[in-house]
């Protein structure tokens, strides 16, 4: 897709309460209020991101611009933040609404069974009943997807991506034998570290020092980036491994599309070979391009369009 195309494309940035938790919502398209819409303009379907671990939404517009663009701007692509994940810059407003009562009601909203209720009260909040939903996860974000399918089976959800799966055994992949000890283990020495560490630091410098990292990877971000270096932020990743159901993933192998890595060290080729045993009937793919598990880095357009291809018979029905 043309760069000056992608560039033209709307983005909104709001932080919201959900569930008494300050949350960045990232909205691609013209669309920023679904409830207010006129009924002749209110878009019939969203495509809602989930994110990886850390949850920031920042990185993903690359490819939910990417995304918008290659479906023609049909309908809003949205990404959000998971809680506790998202820094609201100084002067910031945070929207509320009278339906965030939910706050009580969820214990450890910082783990990741709350991180799943978080979205799904998110969803039940700001998205119209009756809007249909295409839900895009990531890394563990294709965890929360599938539970959000197993919860709330009353979601009009028509399609449900899973890129770079991490839905279990997370801790015997080559990477979480590496991330389980320091993050399980150490997590409060890392995380008194990082705040002794990054708590005295200036915003300035915070700043100048992420624009040099964004910099030094070719990346450019039209977002606040300063939750990466914020020490609450960073002692708020989801570190529990997580294992996913058989018998409940059946239920809705129609609706799911797997997208596996070649080179991914957090879900192996041997995960991907294990359910396509599983699922001889389900839509499981493997990449064929060497593509990262981190794709949003590097390869969002690749991803956007092989997504948008995925998803055309879908969209041709609506």
Known sequence: MDSEIKEEVPVHEEF?????????VLKCGPWTNLFNEPRANKPKLLIFIITGNPGFSAFYVPFAKALYSSINGRFPVWVISHAGHAFVPKGKKILTTSDDSKAQKINDIYGLQGQV????????????????????????????????????????????????????????????????????????????????????????????????????????????VLNVLEPFCLGKYLLQCVYFSISFTRTFISLLTFYYGTIDAWCPTAYYEDIKKEFPEGDIRLCEKKIPHAFILRFPQEMADMVADWLKDDLSKI
């Open 117 to 224: 209720e978080h979205k799904l009260a998110f969803l039940r909040t700001h998205v119209p009943k009756e809007t249909k939903l295409v839900v895009i996860g990531h890394s563990i974000g294709c965890h929360i997807n599938l539970e959000i399918l197993k919860l709330a089976p009353e979601l009009p959800i028509i399609r449900s991506f899973l890129l770079f799966p991490t839905i279990e055994r997370m801790s015997e992949s080559p990477n979480g034998r590496i991330a389980t000890p320091l993050l399980c283990w150490l997590r409060y020495a890392l995380y008194a570290f990082a705040y002794l560490l990054l708590k005295p630091w200036p915003e300035k410098i915070k700043s100048f020092m992420i624009r040099i990292g964004l910099r030094m990877m070719n990346l450019q971000n039209e977002f606040s």
């Open 16 to 24: 919201i309460l959900c569930c008494g938790v300050e949350t960045q």
